[in-house]
């Protein structure tokens, strides 16, 4: 599936180029004459259009799309095209950002999942510099994927893994596979562990936060997710 | 040391109360009087005034301030005010928001020791919370911590700890504190290891980044940082 992103603004831009780094498809929806020749120009997968319009969003592919994210220049429009495309496909994954974060509820009642805004990310993140400068550093460079070898993943346990069944301790983790285990939700209860400790029993279904190089996070998906 | 917060819009009241919330001193300076007004109403330390006066900048306590965060509405404004105040405060760290990216270079050159941009941060974490939303949940909660128990901080290892000279092995890391230590900052070198292994040496100086309760890494703290 694909995902369809509504404004190529500053954040609609580089939201786009993370997605299309990490393999993902995108179509990006902009009125704009000149940002759609620039898409063009680049190759980008785009449709020229008002994405208020329900045949813009179809154009866009949105009933086959697998998210939908919201970077229009007004909140009151992310709030009209979130639930337009609701109806159009219930099962999209919504995201929008808000300029403003009082509509933060208006958008999620019309639908939208996951709600950003941009200026408490980054005030935040401002804190953060100031408070604790070397984690900043740390988080940035383990986010950040492009370059870098080392990073923060997820990987869920399939029913047929070996890990399956196991407490961490049994599972002999970080020395089989490298990598530490930094969280876990249980499938069951949806709860999060921070820091497990080495009693803590995988099950079928949970999902394990892992703090790891990128390959051998491959490789531990291929073992533990797929049946 | 006090922080100055120069701006006190979106991103400038979120940090600031970010900064207050984690037991900081912050002095605000902004020249719209409603905003001063709502400031004194909320008891916050404020300057009304043009942050781009050297006057505004004394009276705001800058030559004696730990730090200076630049939330200015135009970034030619921060970078004037970062040139002014670095001339007045040489030692002073200097963070700055800017709106437009390409201002970064010259925000840099100004004397900033760090610019964030909120539209990269908003949309690189909007790209996460569609590629690894587990990861962007995970992660949320436990650098967000107001209400929170657990967390990712760091310490810094003192010339008495005790750790110092141990591997990770020999400090029986994990069982001594119950936290886990997800990085290191080599005190020679700036390197950095991320999920460090079990043979890697804990020196004097040297950063640990490390997963844990609030009160745990409070008391590993104690332990590790004071003479
Ligand atoms: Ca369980
Ligand atoms: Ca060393």
Chains 1, 2 share one sequence.
Do not use: W
């Amino acid at each position: 599936g694909h995902y369809v992103v509504c404004g190529y603004g500053r954040v609609g831009e580089r939201l786009t180029e993370d997605l299309i780094q990490e393999g993902e498809t995108v179509v990006v929806v902009d009125t704009d004459e000149e940002i759609c020749a620039s898409l063009s120009e680049a190759e980008r997968l785009h449709v020229q259009g008002d994405a208020e319009d329900e045949g813009t969003l179809r154009a866009a592919g949105i009933e086959r799309a697998r998210g939908l994210i919201l970077t229009l220049p007004e909140d009151s429009s992310n709030v009209f095209v979130a639930l337009t495309a609701r109806e159009m496909n219930p099962d999209l994954f919504v995201l929008a950002r808000t300029i403003d974060h009082d509509n933060r509820s208006k958008l999620r009642n019309a639908g939208a999942d996951k709600v950003i805004a941009p200026s408490e990310v980054g005030a935040d993140r401002m804190a953060q510099v100031v408070l604790r400068p070397h984690t900043d550093d740390f988080l940035e460079r383990v986010l950040h994927t492009s370059a870098l070898s080392r990073q923060i993943d997820e990987v869920q346990i399939h029913k047929n893994a070996p890990l399956a069944g196991q407490t961490l301790a049994e599972s002999n983790f970080r020395q089989q596979f490298d990598a530490i285990v930094i969280g876990i939700i249980d499938a069951d209860t949806g709860a999060m562990t921070f820091n497990p400790s080495p009693t803590e029993r995988i099950d079928v279904g949970d999902i394990l936060i892992v703090l790891g190089e990128t390959e051998i996070i491959d490789a531990l998906r291929e073992r533990v997710c797929l049946p």
